[in-house]
């Protein structure tokens, strides 16, 4: 009985966005203009296309990113407990020692990662020729 | 009850108990250290050494177990650790010494691969996490650490499949992988939510015990169970998650394919059985027949893997489909278990390990010969592998001992894993999955034939004169895989045996 509520709860949630939109396209006065249908650019007049490729070297930052993010996930429950532990006679070896590993695991793929060269920013020629042809225009 | 109210594990046993797992990590963090420490030195023959010895002393290490009987009833039964987590036993380290033997080969095999190759520690160490999660695989014990280690295989593989970043086919192939691989670790992570809802807990001995106590859950559960088996059969490239196979075995190098299609569905068996066999034999009864479900795909994928193999023309991809075809002969392991048949359980999930045993040298073999093929350029198709026997007739023997021992034929190791195989099938009361496995080999003989007759029998088509190199890493994997398949038909007692007493523990 009780996914009958989650049921009908489901129906309204689909049905008040839905009327909203059907509701404001009845009142609504139609003005057609071109200025409506331009890219928003912060009220700026858009300049260029909106297809943009962005330098693929941001995917290298962004992945080295995720492997900090889950490892201050890995570490806050940690850091939570740690004292408590302590204070219950768990050894340094138990308490410290795992996480120390942990990191360290961590910080060899970061070394390597970056002796390999996979932060170093390399400048494309394409984009160098891209940037110097919108300062001259 | 509080986390710390939990016994702690004394981590120098947990770290000797896990002795292959620890040495396999180190290893790969050392091939990274030593890439570290010289990036721009031409360092593939140090990183092939560093990442062969690590695979090696793995090896080394899980054969010492099991001879010495760790974990085993001999010496006091399993391994709990990490309040049961993970359990070391017969069958974690059986599955190990597949992986390690398979992953040694293919390291070696890689050496002479990535010769030109810019920068092969990504490739080693990729390897390396992968067998280091494969072996966790083995001993997972509860399904959050089946989860993890599942996704901790699949990541290199991934990576490792589209590793020929210039290589259309293999970034194709890795794309593939990835995005059916995601699909099925949603579901597989689905499914282990459902099954904690229904029972409580995410032990597998918990799990069992939880069963009977589902009365009107019983109907979550069981689709729980089958999402579940669907994240394996993924893993294992079985019906009907197999379509990413032909493609990622294709364009995946050479040496990845060989180590995809041998250890890392060997990894998916060593959990399904696990799982399968301690947390779910009481379901059978309660929730869902899954043995009838393997049963029906095991024929699905033994027919299916054949028939399609038979037809194509280019020998990587056959061979691809003929890893299918043997996926489903390991899956009668799963099919032909009923509850309250202990013995008859353990003796045909016994032989399927030891099937998997067998097919991870000889189809890790069969892999490493294209990668040799791949390597001299002499083309993909079975017309293009005419003549070869004449040039390079070590390695063309090898290979002809790999295809006769897939097929079955009863001169080489392939054949006793079978024969025990459709017997244990037999014997537990399943003659028609036995019939179905009798018919496929046979079949499969008609293609596995077709590539020795090609290498030995046909004329030379097209220009040979590549195959005057000799590349020694490859030559030395091909020889060493073909003389271990030659071996196991003599040696195959003491496997057999290992195996069947390691599956008798699960089901015990």
């Known amino acids: 009985m009780s996914w009958i509520a989650i049921g009908a709860l489901a129906l309204v949630g689909i049905a008040i966005p839905l009327a909203m939109m059907a509701v404001s396209a009845l009142l609504r006065p139609a003005v057609p203009e071109q200025s409506k249908s331009t890219t928003y650019e912060s009220g700026e007049i858009p300049t260029g296309s909106g297809h943009v490729q962005l330098n693929i070297q941001y995917y290298m930052v962004a992945l080295l990113f995720v492997v900090f993010d889950i490892e201050t996930v890995m570490i806050f429950p940690w850091a939570v407990m740690y004292r408590s532990a302590l204070e219950a006679g768990t050894p340094l070896s138990q308490a410290l020692l795992p996480m120390l590993i942990f990191v360290g695991i961590l910080v060899v793929g970061l070394v390597w990662a970056w002796r390999i060269g996979a932060v170093e920013w390399t400048t494309s020629l394409r984009a160098a020729t ?6 001259n225009t | 009850m509080s986390l710390l109210q939990i016994e ?12 292959p797992t620890v040495v396999l990590v180190l290893s790969a963090l050392a ?17 092939a050494a560093t990442a062969a010895a690590g695979t090696l002393i793995a090896l080394g290490i899980t054969v010492w177990y099991l001879l010495a009987g760790t974990g085993q009833p001999a010496t006091g039964g399993a391994i709990s650790l990490f309040s049961g987590a ?4 017969g069958m974690g380290l059986f599955f190990t010494a597949i992986f390690t033997s398979v992953a040694a080969l293919v390291v070696v095999a890689s050496y002479d691969y990535l010769e030109d190759d810019a920068n092969p520690a990504a490739f080693y160490s990729l390897l390396l ?19 993890i280690s599942l996704e901790m295989a699949s990541l290199p593989s991934y990576a490792l499949v589209a590793y020929l970043k210039t290589n259309r086919g293999s ?9 059916i691989g995601a699909v099925s670790a949603a579901v597989f992570a689905f499914g282990i939510s459902l099954v904690y809802a229904a029972t409580g807990s995410l032990l597998l001995p918990d799990i069992a015990t939880a069963i009977g106590d589902v009365t009107d859950l019983a109907g979550i559960l069981g689709v729980g169970i089958l999402m579940v088996a669907g994240g394996f059969l993924f893993k294992t490239a079985s019906v009907p998650f197999h379509f990413w196979a032909p493609e990622a075995y294709e364009g995946a190098p050479a040496p990845v394919s060989a180590f995809l299609s041998s250890a890392s569905k060997a990894a998916g068996f060593a959990v399904a059985f696990r799982v399968f066999a301690e947390a779910f034999m009481p379901a059978l009864d309660v929730a869902v027949d899954w043995g009838l479900l393997f049963g029906i795909l095991a024929v699905v994928t033994m027919v299916l893997g054949n028939f399609a193999a038979a037809t194509q023309t280019n020998v990587k991809r056959m061979l691809a489909y003929s890893s ?33 045993l067998v097919y991870g040298f000889m189809n890790t073999g069969a892999f490493l010969f294209i990668a040799m093929i791949e390597r001299w350029g002499v083309g993909r198709t079975f017309e293009d592998y005419a003549g070869i026997g004449r040039k390079a007739p070590m390695a063309s023997m090898a290979m002809a001992v790999f295809m006769f021992s897939l097929a079955g034929l009863p001169l080489f190791g392939g054949f006793f894993s079978k024969y025990f195989l459709f017997l244990g099938a037999i014997n537990a009361g399943f003659w ?3 019939a179905v496995g009798a018919v496929t080999s046979a079949l499969s003989l008609y293609y596995y034939s077709r590539v020795v007759k090609a290498l030995w029998l046909e004329e030379p088509t097209g220009n040979l004169d590549a195959l005057d190199s000799k590349p020694t890493g490859l030559y030395a994997a091909v020889i060493v895989a073909g003389v271990i398949t030659v071996l196991l038909l003599p040696g195959f007692g003491p496997v057999i045996e290992t195996a069947e007493a390691a599956a008798a523990a699960v089901f015990a």
């Open chain 1, 130 to 135: 891209q940037k110097t042809e919108r300062q």
């Open chain 2, 8 to 19: 702690p594990t004394s981590w120098l046993f947990a770290l000797s108990s896990l002795g």
């Open chain 2, 31 to 47: 091939v990274l250290a030593i890439d570290s420490l010289s990036p721009d030195a031409r360092s593939n023959t140090r990183l």
């Open chain 2, 86 to 89: 993970i359990v070391v036993d």
């Open chain 2, 129 to 147: 996490f992968a067998t280091t999660a494969m072996s966790l695989m083995a001993v997972a014990n509860s399904l959050a650490t089946v989860f």
């Open chain 2, 171 to 179: 970034v194709e192939a890795g794309l593939k992988y990835f995005l």
């Open chain 2, 324 to 356: 299918i075809g043997h996926a489903g002969y390991a899956l009668i392991g799963l099919a032909a278990v009923t509850a309250g048949a202990g013995a008859n359980n353990a003796t045909v999930m016994g032989a399927a390990m030891a099937h998997l």
């Open chain 2, 432 to 434: 028609w999955l036995a």
